[in-house]
């Protein structure tokens, strides 16, 4: 393991793990004082980022097709967002897509009245942004999709209503210190909204892919970090977020990833299947045990 670099557990510290699996690729271990999952070792954060830099999803055509699988779960966030916004005075609510891919979830906001801005480290996924967007800038003479990450963006202190993060925060390298960067530039009384892969399903899947590899290609995609609904409530409670909830997520229409041996609408009657189930056991704990593939977590800055 050439030019890895062993990192502590991001969440409390500790250098206290256990090892869950290797792959052929990567090392997936879990903390033993909060439930952490990540990979250790793992590359360098400029290798990480290079890799997003010039990679992204891979082409137009990716980005289509997982816009496409995701419309229906975006525009029910953005109702559920709206609903719980307190507008205070007369100017647009202002709305931030973290890894905003090509833009399509911010073109959506906008159409529901939101001031919208964006961050993506992909070279493509900006440019194609930008074009879906317009050039124009904000009252500062920004650009309304910034090519970086949330940091180098260096947006001014409590500027935004709404922050959102879709499927990405468990790619980035240090996911507290993007939450501490996300509760600066948010204004109190804030909503952020995550949706991030689920490990309690991801790791079940993990011990028991023998027995579906006739169906799925790969079945436990590791980032470099995993969330469960408790590691990612414990990181925004030490975060200061408050009025955190915790729910299921809808799943994805079709086969964006292309990882299914099966034809696509099997797969969509697959995915039903398990979302039903997922929520039986969701309503049945009184909303304790989420199990669904993906999770959302809503979170307001005090």
Known sequence: MNNLEHIKCNLCGAEDEKLLFNTATVRVVRCRRCGLTYINPRPPMENILTTFVYSGIGSEQNYDKINISKDKIYRSA???ISSRLPIADYRLPRLLDIGCSNGYFLQLARSRGFDVYGVEPSKLAVSLARKSLGTQNDSLGRDRVFEGTLKQANFPSEYFDVI????MFEQVSDPSGEIDEIKRILKP??????RVRNMSFHLIVYRFQKYIGFLVTSPAIMHLYGFTPVTLKKMLIKAGFRGICMRDSPLTKGDPYM??????????????????????VYLVTLRRIILTPSLFAYARKK
């Open 78 to 80: 953005l109702k559920k």
């Open 164 to 167: 959102t993060l879709w499927d």
């Open 189 to 194: 009384g804030g909503l952020i909204l995550i």
């Open 259 to 280: 990882q299914s041996k099966t034809t696509v609408w099997l797969m969509d009657i697959l995915k039903k299947m398990l979302f039903v189930l997922c929520k039986i």
